[in-house]
Nanobody, 122 residues
Framework: QVQLVESGGGLVQAGGSLRLSCAASRFTFSAYAMGWFRQVPGKEREFVASIRWNTGTTYYADPVKGRFTISRDNAKNTVSLQMNSLKPEDTAVYYC???????????????WGQGTQVTVSS
């Protein structure tokens, strides 16, 4: 059974930085596109960033381009999200995802972590 465990969330002031990490196990990590999504109460989960399993090509949602950086370590089965210049609107529960794919204009994923809270104060 796929296991994704996020860490690194917390409270930070606007303009600050956080680094989220996701430890993956029980599947062939190197063969899956990995990514991050986020969700605020009352809204649908939204795509943040993803990284392909083979080329390492990265994709970002427009609101985070230039501020967030996704990376992966296939040897350690981890995926990270470096978040800089954080804004209050980045406040959400962030979910690690495995098997990320795009269907039309929508991103989805096969597997999800439990989520980690990120709160950015103004």
């Amino acid at each position: 059974q796929v296991q994704l465990v996020e860490s690194g969330g917390g409270l930070v002031q606007a303009g600050g930085s956080l680094r989220l990490s996701c430890a993956a196990s029980r599947f062939t990590f190197s063969a899956y596109a990995m990514g991050w999504f986020r969700q605020v109460p009352g809204k649908e989960r939204e795509f943040v960033a993803s990284i392909r399993w083979n080329t390492g090509t990265t994709y970002y949602a427009d609101p985070v381009k230039g501020r967030f950086t996704i990376s992966r370590d296939n040897a350690k089965n981890t995926v990270s999200l470096q978040m800089n210049s954080l804004k209050p609107e980045d406040t959400a529960v962030y979910y690690c995802a495995a098997g990320v794919r795009q269907i039309g204009n929508v991103y989805t994923s096969d597997y999800w972590g439990q989520g980690t809270q990120v709160t950015v104060s103004s």
